[in-house]
């Protein structure tokens, strides 16, 4: 009896032993890698909304009335991320606003909006993006989306935008009403030459530091009329004026209706008599 006792102490010290020792290994492998990783999976019936904000990929996916299964798993690392989401609705009953599937990706100077919204009936959505920096600064991003209403019937938008100077200049503009079934996939690549979005007000701050500010530039820009200069930054009156001596036709002409107007009077006030 006591045998048995003993063998069955040292067989459970050796199990702890390596079961420790697997744990040791284990935290080991996870710190050996930087990235982190975000794991999310729920399913049930009724209600649920589920958001998430990643840097280059955000989720708004919810149901107010059916059976839902919903799976995110994002790993992210010194600028780089890797998403991947699945939503599945089965009968659902909503069609409501708050029935949606909302993805929006961005990278490598591009904005992609999906917006499905009013679901109902069955409903499937899927999708796979991968966003990468090079340590050049060369952006990279990949992305495939999926959805599958041929079951249902929702309101779908989709919006892909490229992003400039000047602000986001749309490049795709998509609606859809009723069951439909989509696939859309990017893969782009892009080196940033100048600072994208910097600041959309950076003309005018521009235009204050090298004009308004400066000391050195005039208060104002004044187009002088003729016979006028400026002096000590006043406009006075030319004291070098030409003069004009005026011609003998435009003398004629200047006496001409003082010697003429009394004699065109009394013609008039003859006629009337």
Known sequence: MIVCWRLAFFGALIISALAMAGLVVSVGCLNDSNASVSELDISGSGAMRVQNYGDHYRDDSGVTDGKYVYSMDRTWEAGNETVQKSFVLVSSK????LDRDIEMISGAGNKRIYRTTNIEGDFEAGSETTFTITPAGVESSESTVTLDVANGTAKLDIRVMNLTNHGPATILDLQAVGNFTMRSYYNLSYEEQVKVLEDPLA????????????TTVPDSLYFLPPGYEMVDGKIIRSLNIPTIEPSPEISANTTQPETVAPAARKERAAKSS
């Open 203 to 214: 003309f005018c701050f521009a235009l204050d530091r090298d004009n308004i500010r400066d």
């Open 94 to 97: 909503g069609g409501t606003l």
